[in-house]
């Protein structure tokens, strides 16, 4: 039954497909596809009029199609979509950079080892040969110029 449909509206299916996808190579695939989908579902097409099976394949190519447009649509708009984790990165670090251009070059130093390098008070004391209550009222200095800017 299939090796009858398949002689009987090949071409006849090849080049209306053709004309809709004007793509040769689109055509091959979708015609390959209905005939693999035609062999799935060889037990319901055996229970179909031979005209029923003819308007089955032609349904089964143009949705085939149809959803390949479908699918490459969204690809197109997927491919176009911004990189937002860079972008919002690269806004973090502007807006990161003028909050620290606020502070007095003792504080942003130590603020800046303090809260993105990780160092604590007492590590910050001996590097810079302050008592660690020093750094401590220095970064809480930067917190409140900070807090008052950003208010």
């Known amino acids: 039954m299939l090796e009858e449909l398949y ?7 090849t080049g209306w497909c ?6 040769e190579t689109l055509t ?6 209905a005939f693999l989908r035609a062999l799935i579902h060889e037990k319901t097409l055996e229970m179909l009029q031979p005209a029923q ?4 394949l032609y349904r089964t190519v143009k949705n085939l199609y149809l959803d390949r447009l479908r699918h490459t649509a969204y690809e197109k708009v997927t491919e176009e979509l911004p990189e ?3 972008e919002e990165g690269l806004y973090a670090e502007i807006d990161c950079e003028q909050m620290l251009q606020i502070l007095p ?3 942003r130093v130590l603020f800046v080892l303090r809260y993105f390098q990780g160092y604590n008070s007492a590590e910050l004391g001996k590097l810079f040969s302050l008592p660690a209550a020093t750094v401590r009222s220095r970064l809480a200095s930067a917190r409140r110029r900070l807090q008052k800017y950003w208010r």
Not at 18 to 23: K, S, Y
Not at 28 to 33: A, F, G, S, Y
């Open 105 to 107: 070059e003792e504080e």
């Open 28 to 33: 091959d695939d979708l015609i390959q596809e």
């Open 18 to 23: 053709r004309a809709m996808t004007q793509d």
């Open 53 to 56: 099976r003819r308007a089955w």
């Open 84 to 86: 937002n984790p860079v």
């Open 7 to 13: 002689n009987t509206c090949r071409k006849e299916l």
